[in-house]
């Protein structure tokens, strides 16, 4: 098992930038696919972006294509994503989750053990 905290949420307006950290531990980093997950107030959580633990291959939800960036640094056990051109439809808890030897495919929840406590992201109108 791993243990994930996330950082870097908050209170932005639209068409600002935020990055997200989710810093892990407790075992070999670098044998974990990595992927973003949010759940907007009302809303199912949903897959935002997802980073493969040995190609680096990414792949995103089609609303954050373009705006959204993940990417991730081993020898610091973190994994990141960078927010660009917010939208208030952005809003919404942001977790990491990790599994190990993960593919590419692997962009629903279930397929996690392992999850962040998450962090929260505002974006304004």
């Known amino acids: 098992q791993v243990q994930l905290v996330e950082s870097g949420g908050g209170l932005v307006q639209a068409g600002d930038s935020l990055r997200l950290s989710c810093v892990a531990s407790g075992r070999t980093f670098s044998t974990y696919t990595m992927a973003w997950f949010r759940q907007a107030p009302g809303k199912e959580r949903e897959f935002v972006a997802i980073?493969?633990?040995?190609?680096?291959?990414?792949n995103y939800e089609d609303s954050v294509k373009g705006r959204f960036t993940i990417s991730r640094d081993n020898a610091k056990n973190t994994v990141y994503l960078q927010m660009n051109s917010l939208k208030p439809e952005d809003t919404a808890v942001y977790y990491c989750?990790?599994?190990?030897?993960?593919?590419?495919?692997?962009?629903?929840?279930?397929?996690?053990?392992?999850w962040g406590q998450g962090t929260q992201v505002t974006v304004s109108s």
């Open positions: 989750a990790a599994r190990e030897y993960g593919s590419i495919g692997n962009t629903k929840g279930g397929q996690y053990r392992d």
């Open positions: 980073i493969r633990w040995n190609s680096g291959v990414t």
